[in-house]
Protein backbone atom coordinates (compact mmCIF):
# COMPACT_ATOMS: atom_id res chain seq x y z
CA UNK A 1 0.00 0.00 0.00
CA UNK A 2 2.77 2.43 1.01
CA UNK A 3 4.74 1.30 -1.68
CA UNK A 4 1.95 2.16 -4.04
CA UNK A 5 1.58 5.49 -2.52
CA UNK A 6 4.31 6.51 -3.10
CA UNK A 7 5.02 5.13 -6.50
CA UNK A 8 1.93 7.44 -7.12
CA UNK A 9 3.55 10.00 -5.71
CA UNK A 10 6.84 10.01 -7.32
CA UNK A 11 4.75 9.43 -10.85
CA UNK A 12 2.60 12.65 -10.44
CA UNK A 13 5.80 14.38 -9.46
CA UNK A 14 7.38 13.64 -12.40
CA UNK A 15 4.65 14.03 -15.07
CA UNK A 16 3.88 17.62 -13.15
CA UNK A 17 7.71 18.28 -13.70
CA UNK A 18 7.67 17.17 -17.53
CA UNK A 19 4.29 18.98 -17.93
CA UNK A 20 5.27 22.23 -15.98
CA UNK A 21 8.55 22.84 -17.93
CA UNK A 22 7.67 23.08 -21.66
CA UNK A 23 4.65 25.23 -20.93
CA UNK A 24 6.77 27.55 -18.70
CA UNK A 25 8.92 27.76 -22.08
CA UNK A 26 8.58 30.50 -24.29
CA UNK A 27 10.00 29.62 -28.02
CA UNK A 28 12.80 31.87 -27.57
CA UNK A 29 14.08 30.34 -24.25
CA UNK A 30 13.02 26.63 -25.31
CA UNK A 31 15.86 27.45 -28.27
CA UNK A 32 18.33 29.27 -26.49
CA UNK A 33 18.42 26.19 -24.02
CA UNK A 34 19.35 23.66 -26.89
CA UNK A 35 22.18 26.31 -27.84
CA UNK A 36 23.81 26.66 -24.55
CA UNK A 37 23.42 22.99 -24.17
CA UNK A 38 25.36 21.97 -27.03
CA UNK A 39 27.53 25.15 -26.84
CA UNK A 40 28.51 23.56 -23.28
CA UNK A 41 28.98 20.25 -24.46
CA UNK A 42 31.46 20.91 -27.66
CA UNK A 43 33.44 23.48 -24.84
CA UNK A 44 34.04 21.09 -22.77
CA UNK A 45 34.42 17.40 -24.96
CA UNK A 46 36.25 20.12 -28.18
CA UNK A 47 39.30 17.68 -28.45
CA UNK A 48 36.80 14.23 -28.28
CA UNK A 49 34.79 15.65 -30.88
CA UNK A 50 37.42 16.80 -33.26
CA UNK A 51 39.29 13.21 -33.08
CA UNK A 52 36.54 11.27 -33.43
CA UNK A 53 33.28 13.27 -35.71
CA UNK A 54 30.70 10.20 -35.17
CA UNK A 55 30.74 10.94 -31.92
CA UNK A 56 29.74 14.41 -32.22
CA UNK A 57 27.34 13.76 -34.54
CA UNK A 58 25.55 11.28 -32.16
CA UNK A 59 25.96 14.17 -29.52
CA UNK A 60 24.06 16.31 -32.13
CA UNK A 61 21.47 13.86 -32.61
CA UNK A 62 20.33 13.75 -28.91
CA UNK A 63 20.80 17.17 -27.52
CA UNK A 64 19.76 19.48 -31.28
CA UNK A 65 17.36 16.62 -33.10
CA UNK A 66 14.83 16.38 -30.38
CA UNK A 67 14.35 20.33 -31.24
CA UNK A 68 13.43 19.74 -34.49
CA UNK A 69 10.09 18.50 -35.80
CA UNK A 70 11.76 16.01 -38.61
CA UNK A 71 8.83 14.48 -39.87
CA UNK A 72 7.23 17.75 -40.64
CA UNK A 73 10.35 19.56 -41.46
CA UNK A 74 10.16 16.38 -44.54
CA UNK A 75 7.15 16.86 -45.40
CA UNK A 76 7.63 20.39 -45.85
CA UNK A 77 10.60 19.57 -48.26
CA UNK A 78 8.88 17.02 -49.86
CA UNK A 79 5.65 19.19 -50.67
CA UNK A 80 3.40 17.79 -53.45
CA UNK A 81 5.83 14.58 -53.66
CA UNK A 82 4.81 13.74 -49.95
CA UNK A 83 0.95 12.69 -51.02
CA UNK A 84 2.36 9.79 -53.31
CA UNK A 85 5.14 8.70 -50.91
CA UNK A 86 4.64 5.82 -48.97
CA UNK A 87 4.80 5.65 -45.15
CA UNK A 88 8.50 3.88 -45.80
CA UNK A 89 9.95 6.72 -48.36
CA UNK A 90 8.50 9.32 -46.01
CA UNK A 91 10.34 7.45 -43.13
CA UNK A 92 13.45 6.63 -44.83
CA UNK A 93 13.75 10.16 -46.73
CA UNK A 94 12.74 12.13 -43.25
CA UNK A 95 15.86 10.11 -41.47
CA UNK A 96 18.30 10.68 -44.54
CA UNK A 97 17.42 14.62 -44.86
CA UNK A 98 18.14 14.98 -41.47
CA UNK A 99 21.43 13.15 -41.18
CA UNK A 100 22.60 15.04 -44.33
CA UNK A 101 21.32 18.14 -42.61
CA UNK A 102 23.09 17.15 -39.24
CA UNK A 103 26.31 16.41 -40.73
CA UNK A 104 26.05 19.57 -43.12
CA UNK A 105 25.79 22.00 -40.11
CA UNK A 106 27.46 20.32 -37.25
CA UNK A 107 30.73 20.95 -38.93
CA UNK A 108 29.98 24.34 -39.29
CA UNK A 109 28.97 24.22 -35.22
CA UNK A 110 32.42 22.61 -34.29
CA UNK A 111 34.09 25.72 -35.93
CA UNK A 112 32.31 28.23 -35.01
CA UNK A 113 31.16 27.59 -31.65
CA UNK A 114 33.26 30.26 -29.49
CA UNK A 115 33.64 32.93 -31.91
CA UNK A 116 29.47 33.18 -32.69
CA UNK A 117 27.76 35.51 -30.07
CA UNK A 118 23.82 35.74 -30.78
CA UNK A 119 21.73 37.66 -29.92
CA UNK A 120 17.84 37.07 -29.49
CA UNK A 121 15.44 39.44 -31.04
CA UNK A 122 11.87 39.74 -30.19
CA UNK A 123 9.89 36.81 -30.95
CA UNK A 124 6.98 36.95 -33.31
CA UNK A 125 4.10 35.07 -32.58
CA UNK A 126 1.86 33.57 -35.80
CA UNK A 127 -2.15 32.32 -35.50
CA UNK A 128 -3.41 31.28 -32.71
CA UNK A 129 0.26 31.10 -30.99
CA UNK A 130 0.46 27.85 -32.86
CA UNK A 131 3.96 28.92 -34.93
CA UNK A 132 6.43 31.42 -33.83
CA UNK A 133 9.43 33.45 -35.52
CA UNK A 134 12.70 33.37 -33.41
CA UNK A 135 14.88 35.96 -34.57
CA UNK A 136 18.51 35.92 -34.01
CA UNK A 137 21.53 37.92 -34.82
CA UNK A 138 24.92 35.87 -34.99
CA UNK A 139 28.22 37.98 -35.10
CA UNK A 140 31.20 36.48 -35.90
CA UNK A 141 34.62 37.24 -34.55
CA UNK A 142 35.10 38.75 -37.87
CA UNK A 143 32.67 41.07 -36.76
CA UNK A 144 30.25 39.96 -39.99
CA UNK A 145 26.61 39.68 -38.68
CA UNK A 146 24.68 37.20 -39.89
CA UNK A 147 19.90 37.08 -39.20
CA UNK A 148 19.13 33.71 -38.47
CA UNK A 149 15.62 33.28 -37.68
CA UNK A 150 14.05 30.31 -36.78
CA UNK A 151 10.20 28.94 -37.33
CA UNK A 152 8.78 26.96 -34.72
CA UNK A 153 6.01 25.32 -33.33
CA UNK A 154 3.92 24.13 -30.80
CA UNK A 155 3.63 20.41 -30.44
CA UNK A 156 2.36 19.02 -27.61
CA UNK A 157 3.24 21.67 -25.18
CA UNK A 158 7.51 21.94 -26.57
CA UNK A 159 8.59 24.31 -29.70
CA UNK A 160 9.87 22.41 -31.91
CA UNK A 161 12.00 24.28 -35.12
CA UNK A 162 10.63 23.75 -38.53
CA UNK A 163 12.34 25.85 -40.58
CA UNK A 164 15.87 28.24 -40.62
CA UNK A 165 16.08 31.02 -42.72
CA UNK A 166 19.70 32.04 -43.02
CA UNK A 167 19.44 35.91 -44.31
CA UNK A 168 16.45 35.53 -45.35
CA UNK A 169 16.93 32.29 -47.00
CA UNK A 170 14.51 29.60 -46.18
CA UNK A 171 15.82 25.89 -45.60
CA UNK A 172 12.38 24.66 -46.09
CA UNK A 173 12.10 26.30 -49.65
CA UNK A 174 15.50 26.44 -50.71
CA UNK A 175 15.49 22.54 -50.44
CA UNK A 176 11.99 22.28 -51.64
CA UNK A 177 12.89 23.45 -55.09
CA UNK A 178 15.98 21.51 -55.84
CA UNK A 179 15.51 18.13 -54.16
CA UNK A 180 11.49 18.39 -55.68
CA UNK A 181 13.37 19.03 -59.40
CA UNK A 182 15.65 16.08 -58.53
CA UNK A 183 12.63 14.02 -58.04
CA UNK A 184 11.15 15.06 -60.68
CA UNK A 185 14.22 13.82 -63.05
CA UNK A 186 14.66 10.53 -60.99
CA UNK A 187 12.46 9.63 -58.79
CA UNK A 188 11.91 9.78 -55.30
CA UNK A 189 13.70 6.59 -54.53
CA UNK A 190 16.98 7.60 -55.94
CA UNK A 191 17.05 10.57 -54.65
CA UNK A 192 16.56 9.04 -51.13
CA UNK A 193 19.24 6.40 -52.13
CA UNK A 194 21.60 9.55 -52.61
CA UNK A 195 21.14 11.05 -49.86
CA UNK A 196 21.51 7.99 -47.68
CA UNK A 197 24.63 7.16 -49.23
CA UNK A 198 25.68 11.21 -48.95
CA UNK A 199 27.10 11.14 -52.44
CA UNK A 200 24.55 14.24 -53.17
CA UNK A 201 26.91 17.05 -52.47
CA UNK A 202 29.77 15.49 -54.66
CA UNK A 203 27.93 14.80 -57.27
CA UNK A 204 26.05 18.56 -57.48
CA UNK A 205 30.21 19.73 -57.20
CA UNK A 206 30.75 17.61 -60.98
CA UNK A 207 27.58 18.23 -62.57
CA UNK A 208 27.91 21.97 -61.82
CA UNK A 209 24.71 22.60 -61.10
CA UNK A 210 22.55 23.19 -64.16
CA UNK A 211 21.68 20.54 -66.52
CA UNK B 1 14.82 61.28 -74.50
CA UNK B 2 16.11 58.15 -75.37
CA UNK B 3 15.91 56.95 -72.01
CA UNK B 4 12.26 57.61 -71.39
CA UNK B 5 12.26 55.28 -74.44
CA UNK B 6 14.03 52.51 -72.79
CA UNK B 7 11.63 52.60 -69.77
CA UNK B 8 8.49 52.53 -71.97
CA UNK B 9 9.54 49.92 -73.45
CA UNK B 10 10.47 48.28 -69.95
CA UNK B 11 6.95 49.33 -68.49
CA UNK B 12 5.40 46.87 -71.26
CA UNK B 13 7.54 44.08 -69.10
CA UNK B 14 5.55 44.94 -66.09
CA UNK B 15 2.10 43.74 -67.64
CA UNK B 16 3.01 40.21 -67.12
CA UNK B 17 3.21 40.91 -63.58
CA UNK B 18 0.35 40.96 -61.83
CA UNK B 19 0.31 37.70 -59.15
CA UNK B 20 3.08 37.62 -56.45
CA UNK B 21 4.72 34.05 -57.08
CA UNK B 22 6.07 32.24 -54.24
CA UNK B 23 9.78 31.65 -54.27
CA UNK B 24 9.65 27.90 -54.55
CA UNK B 25 7.24 27.87 -57.45
CA UNK B 26 7.86 31.11 -59.77
CA UNK B 27 7.02 32.19 -62.90
CA UNK B 28 10.41 30.84 -64.69
CA UNK B 29 8.95 30.49 -68.73
CA UNK B 30 12.74 31.14 -70.13
CA UNK B 31 14.47 29.03 -67.81
CA UNK B 32 16.60 27.29 -70.38
CA UNK B 33 17.95 30.31 -71.78
CA UNK B 34 18.24 31.29 -68.33
CA UNK B 35 20.29 28.80 -67.65
CA UNK B 36 22.61 28.93 -70.60
CA UNK B 37 23.32 32.77 -69.18
CA UNK B 38 23.89 31.66 -65.64
CA UNK B 39 26.42 28.79 -67.28
CA UNK B 40 27.95 31.92 -68.94
CA UNK B 41 27.93 34.16 -66.14
CA UNK B 42 29.37 31.50 -63.78
CA UNK B 43 32.27 31.13 -66.48
CA UNK B 44 32.83 34.49 -66.51
CA UNK B 45 32.74 34.85 -62.71
CA UNK B 46 35.37 31.80 -62.21
CA UNK B 47 38.45 32.85 -64.96
CA UNK B 48 37.74 36.86 -64.53
CA UNK B 49 35.85 38.28 -61.68
CA UNK B 50 36.21 35.77 -59.23
CA UNK B 51 40.34 35.48 -59.32
CA UNK B 52 40.51 39.60 -59.80
CA UNK B 53 38.35 39.47 -56.64
CA UNK B 54 41.05 37.12 -54.62
CA UNK B 55 43.69 39.31 -55.59
CA UNK B 56 42.06 42.41 -54.80
CA UNK B 57 41.35 40.79 -51.19
CA UNK B 58 45.14 39.90 -51.18
CA UNK B 59 46.16 43.61 -51.83
CA UNK B 60 43.91 45.85 -50.10
CA UNK B 61 43.19 45.86 -46.50
CA UNK B 62 39.94 45.33 -45.22
CA UNK B 63 39.06 48.83 -43.80
CA UNK B 64 39.89 50.06 -47.25
CA UNK B 65 37.44 47.47 -48.45
CA UNK B 66 34.98 48.43 -45.72
CA UNK B 67 35.54 52.09 -46.70
CA UNK B 68 34.96 51.90 -50.29
CA UNK B 69 32.14 49.54 -49.73
CA UNK B 70 30.80 52.33 -48.21
CA UNK B 71 31.32 54.98 -50.57
CA UNK B 72 29.35 53.62 -52.96
CA UNK B 73 26.27 52.38 -50.65
CA UNK B 74 26.16 56.21 -49.80
CA UNK B 75 26.07 57.22 -53.79
CA UNK B 76 23.10 54.73 -53.31
CA UNK B 77 21.69 57.17 -50.91
CA UNK B 78 19.30 59.48 -53.35
CA UNK B 79 17.80 56.32 -54.79
CA UNK B 80 17.01 55.14 -51.33
CA UNK B 81 15.34 58.44 -50.71
CA UNK B 82 12.92 59.24 -53.50
CA UNK B 83 12.08 55.14 -53.68
CA UNK B 84 11.03 55.43 -49.63
CA UNK B 85 9.24 58.61 -50.56
CA UNK B 86 7.15 56.84 -53.65
CA UNK B 87 6.25 54.60 -50.55
CA UNK B 88 4.93 56.82 -48.29
CA UNK B 89 7.33 56.02 -46.02
CA UNK B 90 8.65 60.03 -44.80
CA UNK B 91 10.43 58.87 -42.05
CA UNK B 92 12.46 56.30 -43.26
CA UNK B 93 13.14 59.13 -46.20
CA UNK B 94 14.38 61.37 -43.64
CA UNK B 95 16.82 58.65 -42.24
CA UNK B 96 18.25 58.39 -45.59
CA UNK B 97 18.40 61.92 -45.98
CA UNK B 98 20.36 62.00 -42.50
CA UNK B 99 22.87 59.58 -43.59
CA UNK B 100 23.76 60.80 -47.02
CA UNK B 101 24.21 63.90 -45.30
CA UNK B 102 26.21 63.01 -42.32
CA UNK B 103 28.48 60.22 -44.37
CA UNK B 104 29.12 62.72 -47.01
CA UNK B 105 30.44 64.94 -44.48
CA UNK B 106 31.61 63.90 -41.17
CA UNK B 107 32.32 60.55 -42.96
CA UNK B 108 34.83 62.18 -45.93
CA UNK B 109 32.58 61.85 -48.46
CA UNK B 110 31.17 58.34 -47.92
CA UNK B 111 33.88 56.43 -47.13
CA UNK B 112 33.07 55.84 -43.24
CA UNK B 113 29.41 55.00 -42.37
CA UNK B 114 29.16 57.35 -39.23
CA UNK B 115 25.68 57.20 -39.34
CA UNK B 116 24.76 53.66 -38.35
CA UNK B 117 27.12 54.61 -35.58
CA UNK B 118 24.59 57.09 -34.50
CA UNK B 119 22.03 54.17 -35.30
CA UNK B 120 21.44 55.43 -38.54
CA UNK B 121 21.13 51.89 -40.09
CA UNK B 122 21.77 51.50 -43.86
CA UNK B 123 17.79 50.97 -45.69
CA UNK B 124 17.77 50.07 -48.92
CA UNK B 125 14.82 51.06 -51.13
CA UNK B 126 14.76 51.14 -55.03
CA UNK B 127 12.47 51.13 -57.87
CA UNK B 128 11.73 47.51 -58.30
CA UNK B 129 10.55 47.19 -54.23
CA UNK B 130 8.69 50.43 -54.95
CA UNK B 131 6.50 48.50 -57.21
CA UNK B 132 6.26 45.74 -55.62
CA UNK B 133 5.71 47.44 -52.57
CA UNK B 134 2.63 49.02 -54.96
CA UNK B 135 1.39 45.47 -55.57
CA UNK B 136 2.90 44.65 -58.59
CA UNK B 137 4.08 40.89 -58.81
CA UNK B 138 7.84 39.90 -60.12
CA UNK B 139 6.49 38.84 -63.61
CA UNK B 140 8.91 36.23 -64.87
CA UNK B 141 12.68 35.69 -63.34
CA UNK B 142 15.38 36.93 -65.25
CA UNK B 143 19.05 35.71 -65.68
CA UNK B 144 20.47 38.90 -67.32
CA UNK B 145 24.60 38.26 -69.06
CA UNK B 146 26.89 40.05 -66.22
CA UNK B 147 23.86 41.76 -64.14
CA UNK B 148 22.81 38.05 -62.73
CA UNK B 149 19.30 37.48 -61.03
CA UNK B 150 16.40 39.60 -61.62
CA UNK B 151 12.67 39.13 -62.70
CA UNK B 152 10.82 41.62 -64.88
CA UNK B 153 9.66 43.95 -62.48
CA UNK B 154 13.04 44.47 -60.84
CA UNK B 155 14.96 45.08 -64.03
CA UNK B 156 12.12 47.91 -64.68
CA UNK B 157 13.03 49.08 -61.18
CA UNK B 158 17.19 49.27 -62.12
CA UNK B 159 16.36 51.30 -65.26
CA UNK B 160 14.12 53.16 -63.53
CA UNK B 161 16.60 54.24 -60.94
CA UNK B 162 19.44 55.22 -63.19
CA UNK B 163 19.10 59.01 -63.13
CA UNK B 164 19.47 58.54 -59.35
CA UNK B 165 22.84 57.50 -59.43
CA UNK B 166 25.59 60.34 -58.79
CA UNK B 167 27.92 58.22 -61.83
CA UNK B 168 25.27 59.02 -64.34
CA UNK B 169 25.93 62.60 -64.45
CA UNK B 170 29.72 62.28 -65.99
CA UNK B 171 29.87 63.09 -69.17
CA UNK B 172 32.14 63.28 -71.89
CA UNK B 173 35.50 62.85 -71.03
CA UNK B 174 34.43 61.80 -67.44
CA UNK B 175 33.19 58.78 -69.24
CA UNK B 176 36.16 57.01 -68.04
CA UNK B 177 35.67 57.69 -64.24
CA UNK B 178 32.45 56.38 -64.39
CA UNK B 179 33.25 53.17 -65.92
CA UNK B 180 36.26 52.55 -63.33
CA UNK B 181 34.20 53.42 -60.42
CA UNK B 182 31.82 50.97 -61.40
CA UNK B 183 34.34 48.31 -62.13
CA UNK B 184 35.75 49.14 -59.08
CA UNK B 185 32.71 48.38 -57.05
CA UNK B 186 31.66 45.12 -58.53
CA UNK B 187 35.02 43.91 -57.80
CA UNK B 188 34.57 45.18 -54.19
CA UNK B 189 31.45 43.52 -54.30
CA UNK B 190 32.13 40.26 -54.92
CA UNK B 191 34.99 40.22 -52.72
CA UNK B 192 32.61 40.50 -49.89
CA UNK B 193 30.71 37.25 -51.40
CA UNK B 194 34.18 35.38 -51.68
CA UNK B 195 33.01 34.05 -48.45
CA UNK B 196 29.82 32.56 -49.75
CA UNK B 197 31.43 30.70 -52.72
CA UNK B 198 31.25 27.48 -50.64
CA UNK B 199 27.41 27.96 -49.50
CA UNK B 200 27.02 27.96 -53.42
CA UNK B 201 29.18 24.94 -54.45
CA UNK B 202 27.25 22.67 -51.68
CA UNK B 203 23.97 23.08 -53.63
CA UNK B 204 22.94 20.30 -55.84
CA UNK B 205 21.71 22.76 -58.19
CA UNK B 206 22.97 26.38 -58.42
CA UNK B 207 20.77 27.68 -60.55
CA UNK B 208 17.67 27.27 -58.54
CA UNK B 209 19.71 28.18 -55.20
CA UNK B 210 20.58 32.13 -56.56
CA UNK B 211 16.60 32.01 -58.23
CA UNK B 212 15.66 30.82 -54.95
CA UNK B 213 17.69 33.24 -52.91
CA UNK B 214 17.22 35.78 -54.91
CA UNK B 215 13.33 36.17 -55.10
CA UNK B 216 13.31 35.50 -50.86
CA UNK B 217 15.94 38.67 -50.46
CA UNK B 218 13.88 40.72 -52.79
CA UNK B 219 10.19 39.61 -51.12
CA UNK B 220 11.76 40.82 -47.47
CA UNK B 221 13.48 43.63 -49.11
CA UNK B 222 9.84 45.27 -50.11
CA UNK B 223 8.67 43.83 -46.88
CA UNK B 224 11.62 46.10 -44.89
CA UNK B 225 12.46 42.88 -43.71
CA UNK B 226 9.11 41.95 -42.06
CA UNK B 227 7.48 39.44 -44.70
CA UNK B 228 4.51 37.46 -44.20
CA UNK B 229 5.07 34.70 -42.18
CA UNK B 230 4.89 31.56 -44.78
CA UNK B 231 2.53 28.62 -43.92
CA UNK B 232 4.48 26.52 -46.84
CA UNK B 233 0.54 25.92 -48.20
CA UNK B 234 0.32 22.60 -45.83
CA UNK B 235 -3.64 21.94 -45.56
CA UNK B 236 -4.10 22.17 -41.82
CA UNK B 237 -5.49 18.54 -42.13
CA UNK B 238 -2.43 17.02 -43.08
CA UNK B 239 0.00 19.03 -41.04
CA UNK B 240 -0.28 16.15 -38.48
CA UNK B 241 0.63 12.76 -37.95
CA UNK B 242 2.68 12.48 -41.08
CA UNK B 243 3.51 8.33 -40.97
CA UNK B 244 0.11 7.75 -39.64
CA UNK B 245 -1.97 7.31 -43.25
CA UNK B 246 0.52 6.16 -45.74
CA UNK B 247 -1.00 6.69 -49.64
CA UNK B 248 -0.25 4.17 -52.00
CA UNK B 249 2.66 3.75 -54.13
CA UNK B 250 2.18 5.81 -57.22
CA UNK B 251 4.96 4.36 -59.59
Known sequence: MLKKFLTLILGFGLAAQVAAAPAAATPDTALKGTTEQLQKLIQTNYKAYRADLPKFYQAVDEVVVPRFDVPYIAQLVLASNYKAATAEQRSRFAAAFKNMMVRAYANAMLDNYNSIQIDWLPVRLGENDKTALVNTTMKSDSGKAYAIGFRVRNVDNDWKVFDIAVENISLITNFRTQLNAEIKKNGLDSVIERMEKGDFLEAAKKNGGAS | ?251
Open chain 2, 1 to 251: MRYAGISLTLAALLVSGCAHHPADNPSDPLEPVNRVVFKINETADKYALRPIAKGYVYITPAPIRTGIGNFFDNLDEPRNIINALLQGKPLQASKNLGRLVLNSTAGLVGFIDVASEVGLARHEEGFGQTLGYWGVGEGWYLMLPLLGPSTNRDLVGFVVDIPTKPLWYLSGSEDVYALSATGINLVNTRANYLSADSILEQQFDRYLFVRTAYLQQRWNLIHDGNPPLDDFELPDDESDAPAAAPAPAKK
